[in-house]
């Protein structure tokens, strides 16, 4: 039976940063999100971009099993989908259910909403399953880059990987890949050119109607995309505010070597920090988490948050350089190394460590 891919330790980046106080820039994530469709819209009409289209109604239609959504209910209420239920008025929070059928969204999510519908806007998007692909990716003035894994997109947002996970940068001139992969390369080849706009009339106008900016011709910001199993393209998220908190390039994650001891992964934020390893396996368990103790673990949720505020750095076996535990962790400006897959396998609890997350490498001082 299927199960949804959003849970309560999952939040959006937009409630991620509401929780660690940055109450602007969470306002400006919700409304740059309530209006992701809108955005796409304007370039599947201008660019032909393709997206999951979905069905927008009023969100009254639902509380009522009325109008539109009475007849997609009695024949499409089967399918898969995504409900995302968006807010008229600012304030409010976006709601979201995703990879159970409509009629079960219906019944066992949206009846259980304490909100006046007549707030809301609901938007019913095609889901599957299982993805040949997923991608997530930055487009920048010097380049673009991100990563792509085989499977699920929530393994991206939320950095729960059960697939390999792939890291690319493309300087407009040469690719580089964190491990070479025919197929990958070909697939983030075909979604990146999906945003390339030869006519400068269209780019102005998109400039004009989306604020939207440009290099090399691509459209430049935040990206999500999807590969479905029929090998159709999707983009499922332009954001034009997620760049400016991520940097400009990447290092490129290694593999962790445990017979020399050396522990490599991708840099989720720069920078350097001493102290002393502290694994966590069981969030709920944790009573002695010291300040300035390096954060080790598997990966991060929002369970983790009141630890990441604590450590001095933060390395994780999972997890990518786009997650939204990485995206804080750059708020929190905490040095960040993660996806380095075993971390907590060669290293031991008291071992006194440096994380250089300029170089993406853990360096073992002392053992315990």
Known sequence: MSQPVITSNQPSITEWLAAIGEVEESNAFRVEDNKKAERLEMLFQAIGLPYERPEELPARELADLAGRFKEILETRGDELCAIRLVPNKPELPKLRQRGVSIRDSYENWFKKQVINPDDYSAFICPHSETLLWS??????????????????????THGVTTNELLQFAWDFGSWS??????????????????????????????????????????????????IWPDGKAYIIDYNRLLSKYLPDSITLGETSDETVGSITGAV???????????????????????????????????????????????????????????????????????????????????DEVEVDAVQGKVKIIKRA
């Open 135 to 156: 991608a997530t990716f930055v487009v920048t003035d010097e380049a673009i880059y991100g990563e792509i894994i085989r499977g699920l997109h929530s393994q991206l």
């Open 177 to 226: 890949w964190s491990k070479s992969d025919p197929e990958a390369e070909k697939e983030i080849q075909r979604i990146i050119s999906m945003l390339r706009v030869h006519d400068p009339a269209v780019q102005c106008n998109l400039n004009a109607s989306l604020n939207a900016g440009f290099s090399h011709g691509y459209l430049k910001g935040y990206f999500e995309a999807t």
């Open 268 to 350: 989720a934020h720069p920078g350097v920090a001493q102290g002393r390893v502290r694994i966590v396996t069981d969030i709920s368990a944790v009573t002695d988490f010291a300040a300035g103790d390096i954060l080790v673990c598997d990966n991060t949720d929002v369970r983790f948050l009141p630890l990441m505020q604590k450590a001095a750095a933060i390395v994780t076996n999972r997890g990518g350089i786009l997650t939204h535990a990485a995206i804080v962790a750059r708020e929190l400006g905490k040095p960040c190394i993660i996806g380095t897959k075993n971390a907590t396998e060669i290293l031991k609890n008291g």
